[in-house]
């Protein structure tokens, strides 16, 4: 083995599955309002806070909590930032892409849920890959295809029944299987991608350029700070509007006047 994923020991697992579980959960309840308003402008606003959630918080700020374990001992590892940018756009624009199939129409359309998870599935892949192309180290990092194969299969599966999930998601129970289970998608699938790392290290080569991790994960986490805010302030809004007594004013039928 010539690199680690865990260095900084497994409680790092946890908090970026729970990471990918905050922002999952809370931008399928964004796709939720998506389908149940009758409105175009506001379905495409919701539809557009869900990819920001899910594609930006979910996928992108849990891979790099999961990448503070990557470690070449001994040798240093740097991120292009231009590329690190660049996984975040792909990753929010195609999960946006999955998410208008599937939520541009009130009614359920297995087709939809079908077509909507694998460009969700595929989302994350190309985040993770396009993450890993940021990576810099002392040689090079090739792939095993049979994991590579494995890690899309698991995320389109499991994207597709977190958004089959969503048709019931008034309900609590569902609500919370959707963000466990797409939060299980995207750190199985990041993981995966992981195991079939193969990298050829040279001890002899020039350190690699690009920025430490910890260089700019403050920006990130303030970044996703401000990404779940308006999400976050939408849906509960929108749930206590939706929750809010309706007032009936009663007009009797007749009225009597002496």
């Known amino acids: 083995m010539n690199h680690e994923d865990f260095a900084m020991g497994n409680w790092l697992v946890v908090l970026a599955y729970l990471t990918s579980v905050v922002g999952c959960a809370l931008?399928?309840?964004?796709?939720?309002q998506a389908r149940s308003t009758d409105s175009p402008r506001a379905r495409l606003t919701w539809l557009v806070l869900a990819a920001v959630s899910i594609g930006g918080v979910g996928i992108w700020v849990m891979h790099f909590i999961a990448m503070l374990g990557f470690s070449t001992p001994g040798?240093?590892?740097?991120?292009?930032?231009?590329?690190?940018?660049?996984?975040?756009?792909?990753?929010?624009?195609?999960?946006?892409?999955?998410?208008?199939?599937?939520?541009?129409?009130?009614?359920?359309?297995?087709?939809?849920l079908l077509l909507g998870g694998l460009l969700t599935g595929l989302a994350v892949a190309v985040?993770?890959?396009?993450?890993?192309?940021?990576?810099?180290?002392?040689?090079?990092?090739?792939?095993?295809?049979?994991?590579?194969?494995?890690?899309?299969?698991?995320?389109?599966?499991?994207?597709?029944a977190a958004l089959w999930f969503t048709v019931g998601l008034d309900k609590l129970l569902p609500r919370l299987a959707a963000g466990l289970v797409m939060g299980a998608a995207v750190t199985g699938m990041h993981y995966t991608g992981m195991a079939a790392v193969r990298l050829h290290l040279d001890p002899g080569a020039?350190?690699?350029?690009?920025?430490?991790?910890?260089s700019f994960l403050f920006p990130v986490f303030v970044l996703a700070a401000l990404a779940m805010a308006v999400p976050i302030c939408a849906v509960l809004m929108a749930t206590s509007s939706s929750e809010a007594p309706r007032h009936t004013t009663v007009v009797p039928s007749e009225l009597s006047s002496k």
């Open 206 to 214: 020039p350190d690699p350029s690009g920025t430490e991790v910890f």
């Open 75 to 112: 040798m240093p590892v740097r991120y292009d930032i231009l590329r690190t940018a660049l996984s975040a756009i792909l990753s929010v624009a195609a999960v946006f892409c999955g998410l208008l199939v599937f939520g541009v129409r009130n009614r359920f359309a297995w087709r939809r």
């Open 27 to 32: 931008g399928l309840a964004c796709t939720l």
């Open 127 to 160: 985040m993770h890959y396009t993450g890993m192309w940021a990576v810099q180290v002392k040689g090079v990092i090739g792939y095993d295809p049979t994991l590579v194969a494995l890690s899309v299969i698991i995320a389109v599966v499991a994207a597709t």
